[in-house]
């Protein structure tokens, strides 16, 4: 069974670069897709950054552009989202999620770990 399972959130300080993780198990060959979203109270979800493992390519959402940099170690079947900079503005649950195709819809979702940044 694929389990995600997000750590590293908490509460910050404004400023503050935190990393989060995202261990993924249950599955022996890499997903081609993963992504961290994140949902603020009262908001949408969004998807916050995308890694494509073919090309090795990434995508930002443009409020954490040049802030926050996803990442993956395959020996460690752990994905990480680097936050740099952090803003009251980024205070969220965030989500490691993880799609079997690259252009299918994500299939799998982590619990979430709440991240909190204080002024």
């Known amino acids: 069974q694929v389990q995600l399972v997000e750590s590293g959130g908490g509460l910050v300080q404004a400023g503050d670069s935190p990393r989060l993780s995202c261990a993924v198990s249950?599955?022996?060959?890499?997903?081609?897709?993963m992504g961290w979203f994140r949902q603020a109270p009262g908001k949408d979800r969004e998807l916050v950054a995308a890694?494509?493992?073919?090309?090795?390519?990434?995508d930002y959402t443009d409020s954490v552009k040049g802030r926050f940099t996803i990442s993956g170690d395959n020996a460690k079947n752990t994905v990480y989202l680097q936050m740099n900079s952090l803003k009251p503005k980024d205070t969220a649950v965030y989500y490691c999620?993880?799609?079997?195709?690259?252009?299918?819809?994500?299939?799998?979702w982590g619990q979430g770990t709440q991240v909190t940044v204080s002024s």
């Open positions: 999620a993880a799609a079997t195709s690259l252009w299918s819809r994500y299939d799998y």
């Open positions: 890694i494509r493992w073919g090309g090795a390519t990434t």
């Open positions: 249950g599955r022996t060959v890499r997903f081609p897709r």
